[in-house]
Every structure is written in C-alpha cells, then in structure tokens.
C-alpha cells in the first residue's frame, strides 16, 4: 500500500510543469508483494531519454521511487558434498539453505545460530545423518525453519539425539 500520494512540481516550483522545464514528481512506497521498484539501469535509461526529449523542445518528467524494504534473501543450493557448516557460515539471516537429494554427513553436530529456512529440495530426499555418532542439528537461534528434511542416526547422552533446541 502507497505511504503518501505523490507530489508533483517543476524545476521553477509552481505546481504545473511549463514546456522545457523538468517536473520531478516523488513518491514515497512501501514495497508489497508484487510490486518492485524499477531497476537502477531502467530509471537511468528513461533519464536519458526524458532530458533528449527536453533538449529537442519537449516536456518530461523523473519518476523517483524509494524502495523501503530490506533486501530479498537468497536461495543457496546446498549439495551432499559440501560442508554444510561452512555453508551455514556464510548464509545471511533470512536466507534459505536448499538441500539437493542425497545423504549428508556433516561429521560433526550442525549448529544454526542465526534465523534461517533449511528445506529439501523434495520432501524426504535430503538425509541428514548423524551415523549414531552426534546430534545431528542444534537450534541456538529464535526463527528456524525444517522442511522435508529426513533427520537420522542422531545420538547424544541426554535428549535430542536428532534435534536440539
């Protein structure tokens, strides 16, 4: 939904835009589903286009859009044979860990400090085995999502062999 509607003045400040002037109109938006901001190159191209439109006698108009949300998260394909740790490491908040289908065995109890989605690729596929060695994964963050995830073998003298929360 739009924060404010926009204002639209010339380049001299009265409200109508006269011929060979510039009129900037500013919008302010909140970003919702569905709506983007255009790309930087685009609006730098219409730029261009607008101020060659003006230079030949005329009238243009700059649209300027600030996009107030955060940055999208990333989607990382994450494979059988990569270090699953190291992977969670490097991962933002927010992002997502896709697991390809294949067994795991990180070795070692996978820690997730930080609120982030880790989904299969396709329910059931991706194994995440502890071969009865280790806890398989700890939460130790507020947000964490699992899904379709196949979590085996864990083991842990106190509770949650699998997971650990």
Sequence with gaps: P???SPTCSSADGSKQPSR????????NREKSMGATALPITAMLAFAMISFARLAS?????????????QSPSQVILVHPSDNLSAVLEYASPGDVLLL????????????????????????????????????????????????????TGGYNYGEGGGVAV
């Design 100 to 151: 390809a289908n294949g067994r795991y065995q990180p070795g070692v109890t996978v820690v997730i400090d930080k609120n982030i989605t880790i989904a299969a690729q396709n329910v059931g596929q991706a194994v995440l085995d502890g071969q009865k060695n280790h806890r398989v994964i700890e939460i130790d963050s507020g947000t964490v999502a699992l899904k379709g995830l196949n979590i």
């Design 2 to 4: 739009r924060s404010a």
């Design 57 to 69: 006698g005329g009238t243009s108009s700059t649209l300027i859009t600030r996009d107030t949300s």
């Design 20 to 27: 060979r002037r510039v009129s900037l109109c500013v919008e």
